[in-house]
């Protein structure tokens, strides 16, 4: 807040916090909170405090170590090799986050080698198995869209079916992290524009920050044509 005339406001180390945390979307703080708590549950079961955000770097560095090693899920199973990348860099987050603000790095700093090298023998370990392929959902095929398209859930002649087809098209064409900001898809972040061809595109041009690059931003994400036919 600006004092008297000055041209400068007078930030707090409480509003420099706020403000650094929304660096992060909301799903990313949840996300890194929620591996913070497995890493201190680790902590606790063998007999260790869970107060990690204090541990020197040499001591941080062997307990995740151990972690990488001897981390699974619930069931005893494996994580593949992409769920062990997102909580490694979920734990970083978390540490570089207020009210922690550390400045070291434990997936690029030097001081981490030892937990490095064992994330990497993790890794290996989790190709052998077969966790090593990160997993993506199948794409929908041209049959299965025309299947859709020509049902009555996604008709045009009804009221309902309109409404699920809009939604659907919503989704496909501009929502890549799912459902993720559907709430702020407004008619005022798209616009209609013709092509010489005659066809209608429509084409979301103000995007939200990026989920992983927090300071940048989109433009233009996403172009969804129109159907002829339909």
Known sequence: MAIGGSRFAQTTE???DLKRIKLNSDKTLMANKTVAKVFKEYLSEIGETVEYEQFHDLKLDECLGHFYMDLRKGDGSYYNANSLESIRHGINQHLKCPPFN???D??????FTDSKTCFKAVLAETKRIGKGDVEHYPIITEADLQTLYTSTY???????GL???VQFDVRMFF???GNQNMHRMTTFISVFTDENSGRKFVEKVV???????RLDKEYSSGIMPE???Q
């Open 14 to 16: 409480e509003d420099r």
């Open 102 to 104: 550390r400045k070291t």
């Open 106 to 111: 434990i997936i690029k700093d030097s001081a």
């Open 154 to 160: 996604l008709s045009i002649t009804t009221s309902q």
């Open 163 to 165: 409404l699920n087809k």
């Open 175 to 177: 929502c890549h992290r």
């Open 207 to 213: 995007d939200e920050a990026t989920k992983n690059h």
């Open 227 to 229: 159907l002829r036919g």
